[in-house]
C-alpha cells in the first residue's frame, strides 16, 4: 500500500478525487471529470468532439479552465420539452 502522505486524492477507493485543487483556475482531467461529475472517459470524448476547451501541456497532461468548463457545460444543456 502506497502512503499520499494525506494528500486526500482517493480515500474512500472512488475513482473521484475528495478535493479540486485549482491553481489559477486551471485543474487536471480527473478534477476537471470529479467537477463536472462525469468519468475521465467521458470527459475525453467531449474534449476530441471540440464541445470543451483544454490547454495541453503535453500529451498526457491537459489543464481545463473552471469558466471555461461551466460556459461548455450551460451551451451543452439540454432543455425537456415544454419548459
Do not use: H
Not at 3 to 26: K, L, M, S, W
Not at 54 to 72: G, N, V
Request: proline share 5%.
Amino acid at each position: 500500500m502506497v502512503d499520499d502522505g494525506g494528500a486526500g486524492r482517493d480515500p474512500d477507493n472512488t475513482g473521484v478525487p475528495q478535493r479540486v485543487e485549482v491553481r489559477r483556475g486551471y485543474v487536471g482531467k480527473a478534477e476537471a471529470a470529479a467537477y463536472l461529475g462525469i468519468g475521465k472517459r467521458d470527459l475525453s470524448k467531449l474534449v476530441q468532439r471540440r464541445k470543451i476547451p483544454y490547454r495541453p501541456i503535453s500529451r498526457k497532461i491537459w489543464l481545463f479552465k473552471l469558466a471555461e468548463l461551466d460556459r461548455a457545460m450551460d451551451r451543452l444543456k439540454i432543455t425537456a420539452v415544454g419548459e
